[in-house]
């Protein structure tokens, strides 16, 4: 079940990767929209992907067609969390300054940038609600 753990992988990615977006935005005060915007994005995908898990019953493999292009956009939106998660942790540079109580974490990302990440992970999630509006027909 190939697809199950895909789906899985995305899901714990994103949390991850929400979590750290959470430190930004009590530690950073310049980017709070920006921030949130992310988020919400991530907790949407996040959302549509429980409901396809759900509906991934090991012992009905017929319930949601599982597609080259399901497939291909679960890869997609884990290397797309991943960068970001990569990109969103603290360096070792980061972590010595906050020892010293100076505010270390700087948002990676101008606004455009976030428009263009929430971009990719919304056709990301419109495939994935896709799957599951094929499901219920």
Same mark, same amino acid.
């Given at each position: 079940m190939e697809?199950?753990?895909?789906i899985f992988a995305v899901i714990e990615i994103s949390?991850?990767?929400?979590?750290?977006?959470?430190?930004?935005l009590v530690a950073v005060k310049d980017a709070k929209e920006d921030i949130e915007r992310l988020q919400k994005k991530i907790a949407d995908i996040e959302g549509v992907l429980g409901h396809l898990r759900q509906l991934l019953n090991p012992?009905?493999?017929s319930r949601v067609p599982v597609t080259r292009q399901l497939a291909a956009s679960l890869q997609g939106c884990l290397g797309q969390l991943q960068k970001l998660e990569k990109q969103?942790?603290?360096?070792?540079?980061?972590?010595a300054i /906050?020892?010293?109580?100076?505010? @270390? !974490?700087?948002?990676?990302?101008?606004?455009?940038?976030?428009?263009?990440?929430?971009?990719?992970?919304? /056709?990301?999630?419109?495939?994935? @609600? !896709?799957?599951?509006?094929?499901?219920?027909?």
């Open positions: 697809v199950a753990a895909s949390a991850k990767v929400s979590s750290l977006c959470f430190q930004y012992s009905d493999h969103l942790k603290p360096g070792k540079r980061q972590k /906050s020892r010293f109580g100076a505010r @270390a !974490l700087v948002w990676p990302f101008k606004s455009k940038e976030v428009g263009e990440i929430i971009s990719a992970l919304e /056709s990301y999630q419109q495939t994935f @609600a !896709l799957s599951l509006q094929i499901d219920q027909t």
